[in-house]
T-cell receptor, first 113, second 112 residues
Framework: QQQVKQSPQSLIVQKGGISIINCAYE??????FPWYQQFPGKGPALLIA?????SEKKEGRFTISFNKSAKQFSLHIMDSQPGDSATYFC????????????FGAGTRLFVKA | NAGVTQTPKFQVLKTGQSMTLQCAQD?????MYWYRQDPGMGLRLIYY???????DKGEVPNGYNVSRLNKREFSLRLESAAPSQTSVYFC???????????FGSGTQLSVL
C-alpha cells in the first residue's frame, strides 16, 4: 500500500503562476516531511522540509503547508519559473533513529514561458 | 566536490546475468542507501546501511544483495537479473539518518 499519496501526477502552470502539489500520509508516527526536486538525468535534491510542530515553512518562493489533523501537506511554488520545471517528490519519515524515507509517486511540473 | 558517485551510468543485461552497481561518497556520511525509481512509483528503498559494517532491508529487497565495503562505499549486486529489475537505481547518503539525503546521478539499468 502507498503510505504517502501524492497528487497531481503532472501539472502545467503559466510563468508567474502558483504551483500546488499535495500529499497525504497514513502513519501518524512520521515526523519529518521533506520535498525533493529532480531534474531530468539527475538525482533528487532536497528542496525544503518541515516537522509537524509547525504549520508552515517558507524558503524563498517555496512554501510547505502542513495540516497535522488531516495528515496532509502541500508544496506551493510562488511566481513559478520555467527553471522550476522538474519532478517533485514529497516524502515522510520517522526522524529519530530512523533510516527509511517513504516517497510519494512524484509530480512532473512544467512551467510554460 | 564529487558528492555521491555511481558507476556505471547505463547498463544493459540479459536475463540471468549478474552485475554490481558501485557507489562511493566523499562527504564522510554515516548512512548510505540504494533506491530504485520506476514511473508512477516514486523512489523505493532497496537496502540501507546505517553505519559502516551494518546493512538492512528496505521496502523491496528481493533479488538484491548489498555490501558496505567501508565508510565510503556501498555496492548493490544483482545475482540473477530479471526484466522486473529494469529501473533507474540511485545511491544516496546522509550524515544522520533520514535528514537531507544526497543522491547520486543514477544508473539506468535495462534487463532484456
Amino acid at each position: 500500500q502507498q503510505q504517502v499519496k501524492q497528487s497531481p501526477q503532472s501539472l502545467i502552470v503559466q510563468k508567474g503562476g502558483i504551483s500546488i502539489i499535495n500529499c497525504a500520509y497514513e502513519n501518524t508516527a512520521f515526523d519529518y516531511f521533506p520535498w525533493y526536486q529532480q531534474f531530468p538525468g539527475k538525482g533528487p535534491a532536497l528542496l525544503i522540509a518541515i516537522r509537524p510542530d509547525v504549520s508552515e515553512k517558507k524558503e524563498g518562493r517555496f512554501t510547505i503547508s502542513f495540516n497535522k489533523s488531516a495528515k496532509q501537506f502541500s508544496l506551493h511554488i510562488m511566481d513559478s519559473q520555467p527553471g522550476d520545471s522538474a519532478t517533485y517528490f514529497c516524502a515522510a519519515s520517522i526522524e529519530a533513529g530512523g533510516f527509511k524515507t517513504i516517497f510519494g509517486a512524484g509530480t512532473r511540473l512544467f512551467v510554460k514561458a | 566536490n564529487a558528492g555521491v558517485t555511481q558507476t556505471p551510468k547505463f547498463q544493459v543485461l540479459k536475463t540471468g546475468q549478474s552485475m554490481t552497481l558501485q557507489c562511493a561518497q566523499d562527504m564522510n556520511h554515516n548512512s548510505m542507501y540504494w533506491y530504485r525509481q520506476d514511473p508512477g512509483m516514486g523512489l523505493r528503498l532497496i537496502y540501507y546501511s546505517a553505519s559502516e559494517g551494518t546493512t538492512d532491508k528496505g521496502e523491496v529487497p528481493n533479488g538484491y544483495n548489498v555490501s558496505r565495503l567501508n565508510k565510503r562505499e556501498f555496492s548493490l549486486r544483482l545475482e540473477s537479473a530479471a526484466p522486473s529489475q529494469t529501473s533507474v537505481y540511485f545511491c544516496a547518503s546522509a550524515d544522520r539518518g533520514v535528514e537531507k539525503l544526497f543522491f547520486g546521478s543514477g544508473t539506468q539499468l535495462s534487463v532484456l
